[in-house]
């Protein structure tokens, strides 16, 4: 059925919208969260298991101590209460992707919970509070074989991998985000975008969106102008990119709207969002909390952190991911837009890191944010996958600092360290890049460049002196690039000045 879609402005001029958002955070502790078994992602199907990560009769679980330390350094992050004492739960529906039935979750007692995150956008302050952090467990990974969408409909047949059943989550939940209209979209962006910034942070996963390690499901309705009453939500499930959140807030916004502008009522149900065009559409009909028939999981003792190990913890926390991108561009010198840049390139963790090992701040931007950033898009990996480290860019800096090399023959060094033919000096001396400084060699240079340019030397015997560059060119090129550019342009000025 095809639906109608309003305007996103003339949503706005009859609704205002509520959104809800819940993010769950694959914790990277090296044991899933109730069993020993691996977590490695990518391992071959069904190769991380056992009885009781696949829910087989007598298996017992025990609490993976580890996660509930990083769940708890997620709520103390966020500013939330910890609580003294709290339990899991057992969740039960019917998924073949959950071998046990129900999912080891937490309902009404989290560990965490009554925080909040502030974030910017479009420089206005929005407090986003948070209801609750809750440790639970991952699902494992159906894979819908044939067919064109890649959803059970239309498929042949499905696979099932339960490596990633039992692997330690943290779900994030909101509190509904009201009085953000037009800027909703961006907002929800905004928000994810700086929790995954704070738990990369923490350290406590590798928030790889595209690996399923963080998604996000977005919950969202639409309720008269004015009005305090919220309307009926959709919740659209998984979606995994900051761009992919903001296309999802702004699709189901006018999607509610063409449906109510119609008359219709917004069906209360999980929706799936597709890469592809930006649109969602109907999964099943979302189910209440009293559907989910939650009780206290038997087999689990309560979880009871004290306060001194919870003040441990907070002790442990890093500086907020935002305070330290002001300071450290301050420190830096960058202005706002290098900033943003340098930020958008996932590069301002390897900036410090080469400056702490002794680049100034403007070489390492300039290395990080030109030549390693090309590699990266070339190559499709990100930054810290190009196969560079900051104290290789350090040493490559150092070389051009004692003239050894300039910034043309640098980039062939880098070539060297893609391909891992040792350090950036034993690449230079294996490639023969060293820079020639030799005045015999650049005063014969000189001269047969200003042989075979009278008419530029003419220029230069003139007082243009910006013509010495017609010169330094052909000399440069004709010496592989490797002559003292600097040395060269005093030749020419002694000949010809």
């Known amino acids: 059925m095809t639906e109608t879609l309003i305007a996103f402005d003339e949503v706005l001029e009859s609704f205002d919208p509520a959104m809800g958002l819940e993010v769950h955070v694959e914790l990277n502790t090296n044991t ?25 009769p007598g298996a017992m679980p025990v609490v ?31 998924y073949p992707d959950m071998p046990k039935n129900f999912q080891t979750s937490q309902y009404d007692e989290p560990i965490a919970f009554d925080g909040y995150l502030d974030i910017d956008v479009e420089g206005e302050t929005y407090r986003i509070e948070i209801e609750r952090a809750h440790m639970e467990e991952d699902t494992g990974k159906a894979t819908h074989v044939g067919g064109s969408t890649g959803r059970i409909h239309g498929a042949d047949y499905s696979l099932i991998d339960y490596n990633r059943a039992g692997i330690p989550l943290i779900e994030i939940v909101t509190r509904p985000i009201l009085g953000t209209g037009e800027k909703a979209p961006l907002v929800a962006k905004a928000y994810v975008s700086a929790l995954r910034d704070l738990i990369k942070a923490l350290g406590v996963s590798d928030v790889r969106m595209d690996q399923g390690s963080m998604r996000c499901d977005v919950n969202l309705s639409l309720s008269p102008r004015g009005s305090e009453v919220l309307g009926t939500r959709s919740e659209t499930k998984n979606v995994n990119s900051l761009r992919s959140v903001e296309r999802a807030v702004r699709f189901e916004m006018s999607r509610h709207a063409g449906i109510l502008l119609g008359g219709g009522s917004v069906l209360q149900e999980t929706r799936h969002f ?15 909390a009293e559907d989910y028939r939650y009780f206290p999981e038997p087999d689990l003792v309560p979880v009871a952190p004290s306060r001194e190990w919870v003040e441990e913890l907070r002790a442990t926390l890093p500086e907020p991911p935002a305070e330290r991108r002001a300071r450290l561009q301050a420190d830096f010198g960058f202005t706002d837009l290098e900033m943003r840049d340098v930020v958008a390139a996932g590069a301002l963790d390897l900036i410090a890191e080469t400056v702490e090992a002794g680049a100034t701040p403007q070489a390492a931007r300039k290395w990080w944010m030109a ?13 810290d996958e190009v196969g560079v480290t900051p104290a290789q860019i350090v040493e490559v800096q150092a070389l051009i600092d004692a003239k050894t090399i300039n910034d043309k023959l640098a980039r062939q060094v880098f070539e060297g360290l893609y391909a891992g033919e040792g350090s950036p000096a034993e690449i230079v001396e294996a490639r023969g890049l060293a820079v020639v400084s030799d005045d015999g060699a650049l005063t014969a240079a000189v001269d047969a460049a200003i042989e075979a340019n009278p008419a530029v030397a003419d220029k230069i015997r003139g007082g243009n002196l910006g013509a010495v560059g017609a010169l330094i060119g052909p000399i440069m090129k004709s010496m592989g690039g490797k002559a003292d550019a600097a040395r060269v342009r005093e030749i020419i000025l002694e000949k010809l000045g």
């Not at 030549?371 to 990996?381: I, K, S, Y």
């Open 32 to 56: 899933k969260m109730f069993c020993g078994c691996p977590t490695v992602f990518g391992g071959a199907p069904n190769t991380q298991v056992c009885p009781t990560c696949l829910g087989l």
């Open 64 to 94: 993976n101590a580890q996660a509930v330390e990083s769940a708890i350094r997620i709520g103390l992050a966020l500013n939330c209460d910890i609580a003294e004492w709290c339990r899991f739960a057992r969740k039960n529906y019917f």
């Open 274 to 288: 597709h890469e592809d065009d930006g649109t969602t559409s109907s999964g099943r009909e979302k189910s209440d």
């Open 371 to 383: 030549e390693l950033l090309r590699r990266a898009n070339e190559t499709g990996v990100s930054l």
